[in-house]
């Protein structure tokens, strides 16, 4: 409980801690920093965010008027819970020198940080800062490795572990010789962490099992949901199902049969037929490999009951997978961040996806190439979501597709070191100069969202000038 005595403790620590932030908050308080500041104390393991206290010591009250009326406390309670999806408790102390307000954040959960608009927040003395790339790393590390460490079967003998694992493929995605005894099967496969001996048997581990498994479900019942799924509908909803399967093999066994069953699954792009004189696909199959083996990698394995999920319908395909990325949606592009390193690895070492970061790139080139709209990820309160949609008219697009278009040619163009231009949009919506006006529109509708900026290098006239991402 936070009483006065509580408060008259604080006022003499020696400097705001970890777990303690100070206020002055005289008149009001922006409820979008507010969410920030709950966020940010969140990801370092909960506190206290102080309001109507000096910041620097000697620290005195001054009060503060924020939020003045039990009713809006409660409403800022509640907006925090619909915001940031956790509960904050909110205690008013009436001290001589004027009214307190505390702000009771409580820790996020293990192995998953928290974000705000996009951002995973913390603080930097003054400023809050997005988290950095070996801090975001070490909080996805807390939980996730012992899950790969975890046994997915104990006690097992050399001929369960034969029989369970496919040991005949993993050999063949590395390239290199099958053992001539089982032995030294065995003993591959326990230098790369998958198996281990001990007094009782062989220990399987989620890691060996998650990738190469002959039936998931011949393992632990949670392994068996990590299954993936590809459901197909009729028509652009769900209210008719032509086709429901679970692939329940390992991924990195199932993940070609996996990649092509999808792609075969896909109508015709009668627009592309058209244009190339021969019978394509809707969705380019490159694209739909890049997508699906990064759900795989990226997901989260600690949430349970949930899988990599494939769903497609007569104009596009959604490619999900249970958590929340490690960086924005907007730096797909030109970032990466494993959330799963060891599956990372093993996977690119199968061939199935790359660690360098060049998998979004691939998806958005393959989408421009086959005329289709820029392709959307979505992130949600327990999955992403990436989308594939089918070819459609420019005057069909909604402003915000034309916007995610110009956006992800601007950032293509930027990692291969070059810069978009009117003319170069215009190449990517395949239109003639009779277009500039129309594409100069769009870029300016861009620009006006925040996601280009100019490049101040170049010309300043309309007709040359080029553009940046505002990340650049």
């Not at 920093?33 to 000697?58: H, I, M, S």
């Not at 307190?100 to 995973?120: I, S, W």
């Not at 792609?263 to 627009?271: G, M």
């Not at 979501?385 to 950032?411: G, N, P, V, W």
């Amino acid at each position: 409980m936070i009483t006065l005595e509580t408060l008259e403790k604080w006022l003499t620590a020696p400097a705001e801690t970890e777990r303690l932030e100070f206020k002055e908050a005289k008149h009001q308080f922006e409820i979008a920093k507010l969410l920030r500041y709950c966020v940010a104390l969140a990801n370092e393991g909960g506190g206290y965010l102080v309001f109507g206290v000096t910041d620097q010591p000697p620290r005195r009250i001054v009060g503060s008027q924020a939020f003045p009326s039990q009713t809006s406390l409660n409403d800022i309670k509640a907006r925090i819970v619909e915001k940031l999806r956790f509960r904050v408790e909110v205690t008013e102390l009436q001290h001589p020198d004027g009214r307190v307000l505390v702000f009771e954040v409580p820790t996020r959960p293990v192995g998953q940080p928290l974000a705000f608009d996009g951002a995973y927040l913390m603080r930097a003395g003054e400023d809050l800062v997005p988290m950095t790339p070996d801090v975001l790393k070490r909080i996805f590390a807390e939980d996730q490795q012992d899950w790969f460490s975890q046994p997915a079967r104990s006690d097992a003998s050399p001929d369960d572990v034969i029989a369970l694992l496919d040991s005949q493929t993993y050999f063949e995605l590395l390239k290199i010789p099958y053992p001539t005894n089982r032995d030294a099967v065995l003993e591959r496969l326990q230098s790369q962490d998958l198996i281990k001996q001990t007094a009782s048997g062989w220990t399987i581990s989620n890691l060996a099992a998650i990738l190469l498994a002959k039936k998931l479900d011949a393992f632990v019942p949670a392994l068996a949901r990590k299954a993936s799924r590809v459901v197909i509908y009729e028509g652009i909803n769900k209210l008719k199902t032509r086709d429901d399967n679970t692939w329940n093999r390992g991924y990195a066994i199932s993940f070609e049969g996996l990649v092509d069953f999808v792609h075969s699954a896909a109508p015709q792009n009668l627009f592309i037929e058209e244009v190339v004189r021969e019978e394509v696909k809707m969705f380019p199959k490159q694209a739909l490999r890049e997508l699906i083996a990064n759900a795989l990698v990226h997901q989260d394995f600690l949430v349970t009951g949930a899988s990599v999920t494939i769903e497609m319908y007569a104009d596009r395909v959604e490619i999900s997978n249970p958590g929340i990325p490690p960086i924005q949606v907007e730096r797909f592009i030109d970032e990466y961040r494993s959330r799963n390193e060891r599956l990372a690895d093993l996977m690119r070492r199968f061939g199935i996806c790359e660690e360098k970061g060049s998998g979004i790139d691939k998806v958005v080139t393959a989408a421009e190439e086959f005329q289709l709209p820029a392709p959307d990820f979505r992130v949600g309160e327990t999955r992403t979501t990436a989308l594939l949609f089918a070819h459609q008219d420019f005057e069909d697009m909604s402003k915000s597709d034309r916007i995610r278009a110009c956006y992800q040619h601007c950032c293509l163009l930027y990692v291969s070191n070059q810069r978009m231009s009117n003319q170069t949009l215009r190449e990517r919506f395949h239109f003639d100069e009779s277009k500039n006006v129309l594409v100069s529109q769009v870029i300016g509708a861009t620009k006006e969202a925040g996601l280009i900026k100019a490049d101040n290098s170049a010309s300043s006239s309309t007709r040359y000038a080029r553009y940046l991402p505002f990340w650049a």
